[in-house]
């Protein structure tokens, strides 16, 4: 079912969630169905679980292709169940980045290049991957949601931050 996304304001996107305790529980599949349905209703790369107003650290993301992100390789759909990033090395990158709790608007955000991330798929078995470009992207903006962070609060420079069709970044299509 297509659930509605909270929208920046909204006290529920700055809280910081519970992790997943029970795999067994039928609430899990119905917030997973539910969070792929509203996803790939609005064209999202990765979507959490608060956003849709439910207190746990679910996140997912994926894409093929992406009219919001043409230019991002691909990345393989993925349930992350409370996920714990450990940056590897000090590299950072600025990336346009956009959240479907900010609708409309784009900022330049820093990300570290490259990380490994582990955590827990939705039958419970461990995921351990090590990740770079728009990969360690999505998942650093993912579980950003999940301890209250929204990319704004990620910018050092907020001349950066616009509505994208006013900021005319080359390839981006305003969602
Ligand atoms: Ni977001």
């Known amino acids: 079912m297509i659930r509605e996304v ?18 067994d529980a039928p609430e899990l599949q119905v917030l997973l169905a539910d969070m792929h349905d509203t ?20 996140v997912i993301f994926g894409c093929e292709s992406n009219p919001r992100y043409p230019q991002a390789e691909p990345v393989p759909y993925t349930v992350l169940i409370n996920p714990e990033l450990t940056p590897l090395g000090e590299d950072e990158e600025d990336g346009w980045e956009g959240c479907l709790s900010v609708p409309g608007m784009r900022g330049l955000v820093p990300r ?5 991330y582990v955590g827990l798929d939705e039958r419970g078995g461990r995921i351990d ?10 998942v650093q903006h993912e579980c950003d ?14 001349s950066l931050f616009g509505f994208t069709d006013v900021l005319n ?7």
Do not use: K
Request: hydrophobic share 45%.
């Open 6 to 23: 909270l929208r920046m304001g909204d006290e529920r996107l700055l809280r910081v969630a519970r992790p997943v305790e029970r795999f």
């Open 39 to 58: 996803m790939a209703h609005l064209d999202g790369a990765g979507l959490a679980a608060p956003q849709i107003g439910v207190d746990l650290r679910v």
């Open 112 to 116: 570290f290049s490259r990380l490994r």
């Open 129 to 138: 991957r090590v990740v770079d470009g728009f990969h360690a992207r999505v």
């Open 145 to 158: 949601h999940l301890d209250g962070i929204l990319y704004p609060m990620r910018m050092r420079d907020m």
């Open 169 to 175: 970044i080359p390839g981006v299509v305003d969602e």
